[in-house]
């Protein structure tokens, strides 16, 4: 079992960067990949990024590449989500979750792959 929660969010203006931070506990998390989902008003919910927790290996979408990244810290059992150059369409519900890794593991962008997730923390992004 791991438990997961979030903090960071925030109203912040376009252009502006913001942090958000996952706090992982529980259980081992040596096989587990951490993601970032986000869900906006209506919309279905999209994978943004993810991270190995063993060695750090990471895998975005396409819309987070450049602007957006995933790291963890050991010391504090953190996964962090750096987002820079924010835009009003980046306003949404950021969550965090987690799936352990089996044989022939390969990074896993569907939400119904995860079996851990936090409450989510509110991103609004104002223009």
């Known amino acids: 079992q791991i438990q997961l929660v979030e903090s960071g969010g925030g109203l912040v203006q376009a252009g502006d960067s913001l942090r958000l931070s996952c706090a992982a506990s529980g259980r081992t998390f040596d096989s587990a990949v951490m993601g970032w989902f986000r869900q906006a008003s209506g919309k279905e919910r999209e994978f943004v990024a993810a991270?190995?927790?063993?060695?750090?290996?990471?895998y975005y979408a396409d819309f987070a590449k450049g602007r957006f990244t995933v790291s963890r810290d050991n010391d504090k059992n953190t996964v962090d989500l750096q987002m820079n150059s924010l835009r009003p369409e980046d306003t949404a519900v950021y969550s965090c979750a987690a799936y352990y890794k089996t044989g022939g593991w390969y990074f896993k962008v569907a939400s119904r792959d995860y079996k851990y997730w936090g409450q989510g923390t509110q991103v609004t992004v104002s223009a």
């Open positions: 991270i190995t927790w063993g060695d750090d290996r990471t």
